[in-house]
């Protein structure tokens, strides 16, 4: 089975802090992902990568940035943590090219700034 | 990107009753894929039932089945036989052919009610 592994399952931080969620694969995908979930809102994606030090915005990036130097490790960084980035993290991968491939989930990050 | 629309934000059924959670999204893509996954309490999200576009016929796991209807753009999810562990998340997601992104609705909470 994939096991996609976050980090921290709960974390608190202040405002400014720079922030960093991680996340590993062992299943050598090479498509990764971080989302953001809140309620009413569904999951919205903040970026996603397809390959080592590749990366692609998705719909909300502004305030994040990523890293991803090993395929197996996909990272989030919240440059200067604000209280609107209080929010569930979840990241995902997935095989490329295989389209009816599902994505896999780590277990989130329960992320508040104070 | 693609639109997906659940219009039940939420939901409840009686232990063994059946239930459909509806799902709606915008494509102009012929061939893709979709999915609907769950997200129970506090838990992981997981994969429930995958369908390709182009196959008629609808996609059946166990309990859970799709009522797929391309034309209309439509892909609700049919849980017979209910039961309490079904209390959940429900996100439906297409996936373009054309890309490694996913598209998420804004989620259908699900309690099943003994």
């Known amino acids: 089975d994939v096991k996609v592994t976050q980090s921290s399952r709960y974390l608190v931080k202040r405002t400014g802090e720079k922030v960093f969620l991680e996340c590993v694969q062992d299943?050598?995908?090479?498509?990764m992902f971080w989302y953001r979930q809140d309620p009413g809102l569904g999951l919205r994606l903040i970026y996603f990568s397809y390959d080592v030090k590749m990366k692609e915005k998705g719909d909300i990036p502004e305030g994040y940035s990523v890293s991803r130097e090993k395929k197996e490790r996909f990272s989030l960084i919240l440059e200067s943590a604000s209280t609107n980035q209080t929010s569930m993290y979840l990241c995902?991968?997935?095989?490329?090219?295989?389209?009816?491939?599902?994505?896999?989930f780590g277990d989130g990050t329960r992320l508040s700034i104070l | 990107a693609q639109t997906v629309t659940q219009s039940q934000p939420e939901m409840s059924v009686q232990e063994a009753e059946t239930v459909t959670l509806s799902c709606t999204y915008d494509?102009?893509?012929?061939?893709?894929?979709l999915f609907w996954y769950k997200q129970p309490p506090s838990r992981q999200m997981i994969l429930v039932i995958r369908q390709e576009a182009y196959k008629q016929q609808n996609a059946t796991e166990n309990r859970f089945s799709v009522n797929f209807q391309k034309a209309a753009k439509s892909f609700s999810l049919k849980i017979s036989d209910s039961q309490l562990g079904d209390t959940a998340m429900y996100f439906c997601a297409p996936r373009g052919n054309t890309g490694n992104q996913f598209y998420f609705g804004t989620g259908t909470s699900l309690t099943v009610i003994p």
């Open positions: 494509t102009s893509e012929n061939n893709y894929y």
């Open positions: 995902a991968s997935s095989l490329a090219d295989r389209d009816n491939q599902p994505q896999h």
């Open positions: 299943m050598d995908h090479e498509n």
